[in-house]
């Protein structure tokens, strides 16, 4: 059992910056994936950053590239999102998942969620 805890989303203006954070708890951590996804009302959710907790492997949806940034942190069991240049279309619900064993840009792929944190940017 994984447990997830976002924070750190708000309101933003266009161009601006947010970090959102992930604080995981639960038994063998290292063997997930660790991911981001958002949903926005209407749309299916979607994939935006993974990261193993390695760090070496990380992955990207081209809408987010070069903007949003995924790290992690071993001793704190946290995942951040750093997003920069933020855009009216990032505006969603963000969500922390884990996926047993892979890093993956699937989200059906995703074992465990967190509850979610709004992220609104205005134009």
């Known amino acids: 059992q994984v447990q997830l805890v976002e924070s750190g989303g708000g309101l933003v203006q266009a161009g601006g910056s947010l970090r959102l954070s992930c604080a995981a708890s639960?038994?063998?951590?290292?063997?997930?994936?660790m991911g981001w996804l958002r949903q926005a009302p209407g749309k299916e959710r979607e994939f935006v950053a993974a990261?193993?907790?390695?760090?070496?492997?990380?992955y990207y949806a081209d809408s987010v590239k070069g903007r949003f940034t995924i790290s992690s942190d071993n001793d704190k069991k946290t995942v951040y999102l750093q997003m920069n240049s933020l855009r009216p279309e990032d505006t969603a619900v963000y969500y922390c998942?884990?996926?047993?064993?892979?890093?993956?840009?699937?989200?059906?792929?995703?074992?465990?969620w967190g509850q979610g944190t709004q992220v609104t940017v205005s134009s």
């Open positions: 639960g038994r063998a951590l290292s063997g997930y994936g």
């Open positions: 990261i193993g907790w390695s760090g070496i492997i990380t």
């Open positions: 998942a884990a996926s047993l064993g892979i890093v993956t840009m699937t989200p059906a792929r995703y074992d465990y």
